[in-house]
Each structure stands twice: as C-alpha cells, then as structure tokens.
C-alpha cells in the first residue's frame, strides 16, 4: 500500500487567498484525521471523519476551515481566505481498528 | 475526559545512555496506549504500543509496559544511538469490545537529541 497521500507536500501563498489540502487515505481504512502542527501550539487535532461523516470538528479553528470527505478514499481541507498565522504543516492520518495512526507526509502552508 | 502528559522536554543524551521519557494518562475504561516517533521533516509513525495492562510494547530497541495501577506508559531504550534524534509522542485511544475508536488523544510531545 502506498500510505497516506498528501498534496501538495509545499504550498506557499499570499493573505486571502484560498488554500486547499488534498488527503488519500489507505484503503479500508475508516477514520480520517486533519491535524496541525506548528511549533508554538504543538499537534493540533482539526477535525475527524468515521466512515466519511464528519464526527468532531470543535478543532476547527474558525469558520475559515471547512473539510470534507465526499467519499472514503479522499478528503480535502480548504482555508478561505487564509491569514499569515495559518502557516503551519497539516498532517492528514487514518487508522485501523486497533488504534494505529498512519500519518501522510503532511503539507507545509505558508501564508506571506 | 481523556489526557496524556508527558515528561517535558527537551532531553539530550550522549549515545549508548540510558533513555526513559515518562507518560501518564486519565482515562476511563481501558484505553489501547502507543509510542509514536516524529523524525525531522516527516509525520508521526508508530513505535509500539500496548492494548491491556501489563502488556509490554516493544519494537528498535523500545519499550513501554502498560501500567494500569499507576497509569503510566513509560518509554524506555537501553542505549540510544543518534539516530533516535526526534520527537516522541505518548498516546491513548479508547476501546469497546476489542476495537479501539474516535480519536487518539495525545502528549505534547517529547524532544530528544542524542549527541555522539
């Protein structure tokens, strides 16, 4: 298998633009998770999907972030308009029944 | 609710020292436990982990045993090598019937630097 795909592993934009994050998760897989890591707030938890539904989602941290996962083999992340203090790496994940996370290679955000 | 902490960081060693990053938990039931590692540059993977009490993860030289009477988690390595440089996150997971479900709830995480 080829893990969790993340795209685009780099993104770099400006103040109001619109930001989109695009995750594949493994196959069978049932849950999706969104994080965020930066070094001041460490790994953030943004939402998680159980079977494409989206379960918890007080993560998000305004209503600039919107996810959706239109069925179970993909799942997007949108920031719109995006602000400087959105730059961060946001890590896709799912996992097996017995707990394992399998983390993607995450995409690195900056926002000019 | 459900919490981990971890012994903060950041911890440097010389190689071949002796590793423990301490993990404790709050949870209710019986939570499934994991390592997870963070290497520069790249997501979080697996390490071990532990599903009842007693059990002993295991897995590069690692170990946790799962501590219920003092609910702990402490990773362990006998001698670390440079390599072992990264991040290390304690987590738990709840479980019903064998399965675990929702989401991981994690450490802050634990930065270690092994120096030659």
């Known amino acids: 298998d080829a893990g969790v795909i993340q795209s685009p592993r780099h993104e770099v934009t400006e103040m109001g633009q619109e930001v989109t994050l695009r995750c594949k998760p493994i196959?069978?897989?049932?849950?999706l998770f969104w994080y965020r890591q930066t070094m001041m707030r460490g790994l953030e938890l943004l939402i998680y999907?159980?079977?494409?539904?989206?379960?918890?989602d007080s993560g998000m941290p305004e209503d600039r972030f919107s996810a959706k996962m239109p069925n179970a083999s993909f799942s997007t992340l949108k920031i719109q308009p995006s602000e400087p203090r959105d730059s961060a790496v946001y890590f896709c994940?799912?996992?097996?029944?017995?707990?394992?996370?399998?983390f993607g290679e995450g995409s690195r955000l900056t926002v000019l | 609710g459900n919490s981990v902490t971890q012994m903060e960081g950041p911890v440097t060693l010389s190689e071949e020292a002796f590793l423990t990053i301490n993990c404790t938990y709050t949870?209710?039931?019986?939570?499934?436990l994991f390592w997870y590692v963070q290497y520069p540059g790249e997501g979080l993977q697996l390490l071990l982990k532990?599903?009842?009490?007693?059990d002993k993860g295991s897995n590069k030289g690692f170990e946790a045993t799962y501590r219920k009477e003092t609910t702990s988690f402490h990773l362990e390595k006998g001698s670390v090598q440079v390599s072992d440089s990264a991040v290390y996150f304690c987590?738990?997971?709840?479980?019903?019937?064998?399965?675990?479900?929702?989401?991981?709830?994690f450490g802050q995480g634990t930065i270690l630097t092994v120096h030659p």
């Open positions: 994940a799912s996992r097996t029944l017995t707990g394992e996370l399998f």
């Open positions: 196959s069978g897989h049932d849950y």
């Open positions: 999907f159980n079977n494409n539904v989206p379960i918890d």
């Open positions: 949870a209710t039931g019986y939570p499934s």
């Open positions: 532990a599903t009842k009490a007693d």
């Open positions: 987590a738990l997971s709840k479980n019903a019937g064998g399965t675990s479900y929702g989401k991981l709830t």
